[in-house]
């Protein structure tokens, strides 16, 4: 069973950071792509960053320059460096990953909350 555990949501101001951390119960090898969602109240869940086995990113437009996804050497594990946060970013965030042998079947974290207040 795979399973994906979410840390590091809270309260903060505008112009403050957080880093959220994953961590996922199988081996790094077996994780294609590791990333972060996230839905604001009232909207419907959208990407925020994405990172390869090879530790290449993408990100929405909204969060480039700002947020930064990293993986550890290992594998199993996402960070989202999130800078310059603001009252726009504050939603719950969940953690995603797919697996090389289930390459179209999403897992998700239970999410956390992050609000940035003005």
């Known amino acids: 069973q795979v399973r994906l555990v979410e840390s590091g949501g809270g309260l903060v101001h505008t112009g403050e950071s957080l880093r959220l951390s994953c961590t996922t119960s199988?081996?790094?090898?077996?994780?294609?792509?590791m990333g972060w969602y996230r839905q604001p109240p009232g909207k419907q869940r959208e990407m925020v960053a994405l990172?390869?086995?090879?530790?290449?990113?993408t990100y929405a437009d909204s969060v480039k320059g700002r947020f930064t996804i990293s993986r550890d050497i290992v594998g199993n594990t996402a960070d989202l460096e999130m800078n310059s946060l603001q009252p726009e970013d504050t939603a719950i965030y969940y953690c995603?990953?797919?697996?090389?042998?289930?390459?179209?079947?999403?897992?998700w974290g239970q999410g956390t909350q992050v609000t940035v207040s003005s």
């Open positions: 995603n990953a797919r697996l090389f042998n289930k390459p179209t079947y999403d897992y």
């Open positions: 199988v081996t790094g090898s077996a994780i294609s792509i």
């Open positions: 990172i390869t086995s090879r530790g290449n990113p």
